[in-house]
Each structure stands twice: as C-alpha cells, then as structure tokens.
C-alpha cells in the first residue's frame, strides 16, 4: 500500500526558507506513470496546487508561486523535496504531498504537515 | 492564473441531491475533459472522488457522480449521507502540465 509522510521544521523565519521532504513507502518513485506533488491549504482557506516532479527530474509550477519555489527528488531515498524561499506569513499552510495519476489528479496523499511563518 | 469558482456553500437534506458547480474558461475546464473533485474533511487528507469528469476511483459509492458542459463542471451527491458533510474542491487540468483548483465549496447535511 502506497503510502507518503511529509516532514520539516514546522516553523520558519519571516524571509527564510521553508524546505519540507516527502517520503514514499510501499511503491517507487521511479515510475513513469506519475508525477509527484505538492498541495497547500492556509488557514481557513481553499487548496492550491504548488507544483510537482517527474522522476526523471522535469518540474512543473504554479505560475504564481514559480520564483520562490523549487521541487527536487532523490530516487535514491524514495522521497522528493519542496523549497519555498522568501517566505512570509502567506506562506503559513498545512503542506500536502500527493502522487499525481496523469495528467491530472492525486489519488495518494500525505496527511499533512503544518509550516507556521513567524519570528 | 485565478482560480475555478466555485459556490462557497451548498445544502441539502439527508437522502436528497445537491449539485457543485466548477466553473472555468475554455483554457481548463472547457479545454479539457481533465476535471477531478475532492472531498476533504477538516484534518484529514483530501479524497478524489471524480477524475476524468465522470470517472469515479474504486471505493467511491456510485452517490458522487460527475459532469461537464462548456466551462463549467459538476459535482452531484445523490441520496445525501452525514457523512457526506465536508469541503468539496475541483480541479482541471489547464495544459503544460499545470493544474488550477476551484476555491472550495463548504457541502452541509441538512
């Protein structure tokens, strides 16, 4: 059964950065069927899609988000990463990682990892 | 890129039928028949629950079914369950591999 955990500092510094890593159990990441992603709710708000990586290293972003955010895999440890530099309070959400089905929906999901920006 | 609208809420009684709308442009939703919803309660991860427009995961009761026409898609949960009370999100696929969610719609059980 596939499964994935998110983990990081769940508080980060106002203009740091915010580095969160997935780990996925009980499947590879070096399959070509998939991406990998990345999903954020803040506070009492609605989901919003970050970006996501195929195995193979090609990165895929939310245009909105594309300057600050950057997304790696180490096939070598089954997980990939997610950094989002400059961050501010905006920033504070509970960080998803999924596994994207092509072309377009998340079937495995992390349970959550809240990151808090504040000094 | 703004994000699919949605209706902030919707109801309906228990056993009734309540329909979410997703609506979009001819750049996502009209463009593609790549529309997925999720159900997501408070705390939890959220689950798909439609993808391809119509087609539903394995598990998922046949109550949620799926549809799209021009820009706008649809949700609709037949025969509503307590359990079927949580926040409802589309999603489409906009090209260049990129995706775009709605802004959520808050489903209460009447």
């Known amino acids: 059964q596939l499964q994935l955990q998110e983990s990081g500092p769940g508080l980060v510094k106002p203009s740091e950065t915010l580095s969160l890593t997935c780990t996925v159990s009980?499947?590879?990441?070096?399959?070509?069927?998939?991406?990998w992603g990345w999903i954020r709710q803040p506070p009492g708000k609605g989901l919003e899609w970050i970006g996501g990586?195929?195995?193979?290293?090609?990165?895929y972003y939310n245009p909105s988000l594309r300057s600050r955010v950057s997304i790696s895999v180490d096939s070598s440890k089954n997980q990939f990463s997610l950094k989002v530099k400059s961050v501010t309070a905006a920033d504070t959400a509970v960080y998803y990682c999924a596994r994207r089905e092509l072309p377009e929906y998340f079937q495995h999901w992390g349970q959550g990892s809240l990151v808090t920006v504040s000094s | 890129q703004s994000a699919l609208t949605q209706p902030p809420s919707a109801s309906g009684s228990l056993g009734q039928s309540v329909t979410i709308s997703c609506t979009g442009t001819r750049s996502d939703v009209g463009g593609y028949n790549f529309v997925s919803w999720y159900q997501h309660h408070p705390g939890k991860a959220p689950k798909v629950m439609i993808y391809?427009?119509?087609k539903r995961p394995s598990g998922v009761p046949d109550r949620f079914s799926g549809s799209k026409s021009g820009n706008t898609a649809s949700l609709t949960v037949s025969g509503l369950q307590p359990e079927d009370e949580a926040d409802y999100y589309c999603t489409s696929y906009t090209g260049n591999n990129i995706l775009l969610f709605g802004g959520g719609t808050k489903l209460t059980v009447l």
């Open positions: 990586i195929h195995y193979s290293g090609s990165t």
């Open positions: 009980g499947g590879s990441i070096n399959s070509s069927s998939y991406y």
């Open positions: 391809e427009v119509n």
